[in-house]
């Protein structure tokens, strides 16, 4: 999906089971949410205890309008008993998103330890 100044892409790796989320650039609220319906009906196709990939190192908009329906689609791809979820994000102290500056973090949503984060380091 061509996003403004930049592209997302959602990719369901059948083999790894793994759906992995990209998102860069300045994408408006329309295609944040064609992107979040993507990511769901992409994650159809993989079977329980789904890994989830989510990489904003690169996001460049953050505003409500955006994040949002990513929010949305997150929530329900917990629902859909995704099993790990990692999250990479700008690293704090990282003034370029593009500069590879990025920090990991983990979080399993399976029933007993759902909403517990767990940081990991590359």
Do not use: I, Y
Not at 26 to 34: D, H, K, L, Q, S
């Amino acid at each position: 999906m061509e996003l403004t100044q930049a592209r997302s892409e959602v990719v369901a790796d059948q083999g790894e089971n793994t759906l992995h989320l990209v998102l860069r650039g300045r994408p408006t609220p329309e295609e944040a949410n064609r992107l979040a319906v993507e990511a769901v009906t992409s994650a159809r196709h993989l079977d329980t205890g789904f890994t989830l990939v989510t990489d904003t190192s690169a996001l460049g908009d953050r505003s409500n309008d955006v994040v949002e329906p990513l929010v949305r689609a997150r929530n329900q791809l917990r629902e859909m008993a995704c099993g790990r979820m990692v999250s990479v994000v700008a690293g704090e102290s990282a003034e370029d998103p593009t500069r590879g500056d990025h920090r990991v973090e983990t979080t399993t949503s399976l029933a007993a330890t759902a909403g517990t984060r767990v940081p990991t380091t590359d």
